[in-house]
Nanobody, 116 residues
Framework: QVQLVESGGGLVQAGGSLRLSCVAS????????MGWYRQVPGKQRDLVAL???????NYADSVRGRFTISRDNGKNTVYLQMNSLKPEDTGVYYC??????????WGQGTQVTVSA
């Protein structure tokens, strides 16, 4: 059974930093792409950052240069380091695992709130 558990969200002032973690189990983590997505009420879930099994990264324009996605295959964990946070970064952040030829799975989400 695939399980993704996110942590690290919270309330932070604008300009601050947070580090999100997502621990995966029940999946072939090292061969999977991993992504972080953000959702705000009434809107779709949007991609924030993606990292391939080989370590190639991709970012939404709104976070490029401020956020960094990384992975530790030994710990089955993907991270999202968020710096210079802005109020518009507020939302629920979800971790997603995308295997090869297997279904994708989502975590339960972690709330990030950035106050002005």
């Amino acid at each position: 059974q695939v399980q993704l558990v996110e942590s690290g969200g919270g309330l932070v002032q604008a300009g601050g930093s947070l580090r999100l973690s997502c621990v995966a189990s029940g999946t072939n983590f090292s061969n999977s792409r991993m992504g972080w997505y953000r959702q705000v009420p009434g809107k779709q879930r949007d991609l924030v950052a993606l990292i391939t099994s080989g370590g190639t990264t991709n970012y939404a324009d709104s976070v490029r240069g401020r956020f960094t996605i990384s992975r530790d295959n030994g710990k089955n964990t993907v991270y999202l380091q968020m710096n210079s946070l802005k109020p518009e970064d507020t939302g629920v952040y979800y971790c997603k695992v995308m295997g090869i030829g297997t279904p994708s799975y989502w975590g339960q989400g972690t709330q990030v709130t950035v106050s002005a």
